[in-house]
């Protein structure tokens, strides 16, 4: 059974250009919620996708948008990349949102 | 928002020795997890607690909730290498119950 699986593992960007980063939940889960890891802090929570909508969303702005396929996966997209948006990105599943949370191991976005 | 601390932020300890990483909150816990990352890799949880005062043991690993709710503390026994990591805690937001806040974490490294 695999688990969460994110791609790309490594992305390189520059400022002001736009970003597509994509999740595979876990078999089973209908919900997936995506996360900021800057170094040397916690994920910080950036919104959450179930039923293809988005249901709670972090403190974060409107370059930051997503999307839930049919099929549970799942897209983060960034626009207009800052410096500050250089993070570790995860992405979490679950079966439904009470349930327990399994991680990708994440995609990791330098912006130059 | 729901903010959790943890401490300390570092640790850097000998092979053998035991340590105690805390996790606070100035509001009260629904449930809280724990969770362990290694680098380049996703949170794995370690455990949930939910009940007041519950201590649940993994091994050489105990967790305890605190009676009111509003903290939580991992004890690691005779810590060994493959302990380090960056161990975090997380909950629920209060009313926002579909919002997950992880703390800072604290970065356990373990010398053989």
């Known amino acids: 059974d695999a688990g969460v699986t994110q791609s790309p593992t490594h992305l390189i960007k520059t400022r002001g250009q736009q970003v597509t980063l994509r999740c595979s939940p876990k078999?089973?889960?209908?919900?997936v919620s995506w996360y900021q890891q800057a170094l040397g802090q916690g994920p910080q929570f950036i919104f959450q996708?179930?039923?293809?909508?988005?249901?709670q969303r972090g403190n974060f702005p409107d370059r930051f948008s997503g999307h839930q396929f049919p099929n549970y996966s799942s897209e983060l997209n960034v626009n207009a990349l800052l410096l500050g948006d250089s993070a570790l990105y995860l992405c979490?599943?679950?079966?439904?949102?009470?349930?327990?949370?399994?991680f990708g191991p994440g995609t990791r976005l330098t912006v130059l | 928002t729901q903010l959790l601390e943890q401490s300390p932020q570092f640790l850097s300890i000998q092979e053998g020795e035991n340590l105690t990483v805390y996790c606070n909150s100035s509001?009260?816990?629904?449930?809280l997890q724990w969770y362990r990352q290694e680098p380049g890799e996703g949170p794995v949880l370690l455990v949930t607690?939910?009940?007041?005062?519950e201590v649940k043991k993994l091994k050489r690993l105990t967790f305890q909730f605190g009676d009111a709710r509003k903290d939580s503390s991992l004890h690691i026994t005779a810590a060994q290498p493959g302990d380090t990591g960056l161990y975090l805690c997380?909950?629920?937001?209060?009313?926002?119950?579909?919002?997950?806040?992880f703390g800072s974490g604290t970065k356990l490294n373990v010398k053989p």
């Open positions: 979490a599943s679950s079966l439904s949102d009470f349930d327990t949370q399994y």
């Open positions: 078999s089973g889960h209908d919900t």
């Open positions: 996708y179930y039923e293809e909508e988005e249901r």
């Open positions: 509001s009260v816990f629904s449930s």
């Open positions: 607690v939910v009940t007041g005062g």
């Open positions: 997380a909950s629920r937001g209060g009313y926002n119950f579909n919002k997950f806040y």
